[in-house]
């Protein structure tokens, strides 16, 4: 089989990015170039994403960054076989400038437009880096998404549970403001953890114990609020106490999907666990889900922590997996606010982000 040339863009929220990548399907893949451009700073006096803000630095600095990434590839055009782009969920007028610059370059060059769901993305990357075959079971865990889906093919996913309130990344993130921890928050609720003791504080482990594979972290984020509001906090000890109750959140959830994945897929020959998001990159909780998916019987896949992130090479390899098959999208395809992976059409939390999240 040919390989396939696929340039990427990714402008769903606050990183600016766009990567050229090399394979065909099942991976791994060649990761020519990946630029991304970071707006952390541009949002911390916020606390948080500003999409205004966001939408017009992607507006500014696109296309320098596609030149960048063609450049860092060393390809020219007559080498690319598709341009792929971000086409949602998430920030809608991020979408949008992502969505229109790959459809004029697509028009203008006549390459073929592969629209892209940003959580497809997140979900084949492992097979960009590892090349998992399918099936395998999924935890996307960010700042704008937690869930539980078994992936049976490109864009074949079986939804097996969803964050009935806050994403994972989402509450990282509100209980590091709680703490008066800068922005980004969830890096740093891991650092200040790392120093932690985990049983400095009891706090709630929402739906623990009960059957079903959704999650909630709302009452975790309150309990961190109210501790802080009747108590004067070591930070150290309320981040690695908050840390150790997500984790056993996760756990717990998982752990009921990696045995209704094996009841399910029972001709799975090695049943994967694949973590991806950007709450992936988190070392405390990828350890865990490796214990507990080595009790299960389950190899796991996390892909290193700056293809967890946002970034444009999950986007391109998305694409390429696509095109692969022969899909493309029309030039008039329309940005999506929300866009959920599994066919039901089940879109609890599955959305945008919201500003300050």
Known sequence: ????????????????????????????????????????EAHAPYGGVVPEIASRAHLEILDGLIEKALGDAGIFWNEIDAIAATAGPGLIGGVMVGLTTAKALALASGKPLVAVNHLAGHALTARLTDGVDFPFLLLLVSGGHCQLLAAADVGKYRLYGTTMDDAVGEAFDKTAKILGLPYPGGPNVESHAARGNPRAYPLPRPLLGRAGTDFSFSGLKTAVRQLVTQNQVNIEDACASFQAAAIDILRDRTAHALTRFREEFAHAARPTLVVAGGVAANAAIGSALAKLADQHGFE?????????????????WAGLERFALGERDPLDFSPKARWPLDASGDNRHSGERQQGA
């Open 1 to 40: 089989m040919n390989t396939l040339t696929i340039l990427g863009l990714e402008t769903s929220c606050d990183e600016t990015a766009a990567a050229v990548v090399r394979g065909y399907p099942p991976g791994p893949g060649e990761i020519l170039s990946n630029v991304v451009f970071s707006q952390t």
């Open 300 to 316: 796991i896949r996390v892909p290193p922590p700056r293809y967890c992130t946002d970034n444009a090479a999950m986007i391109a």
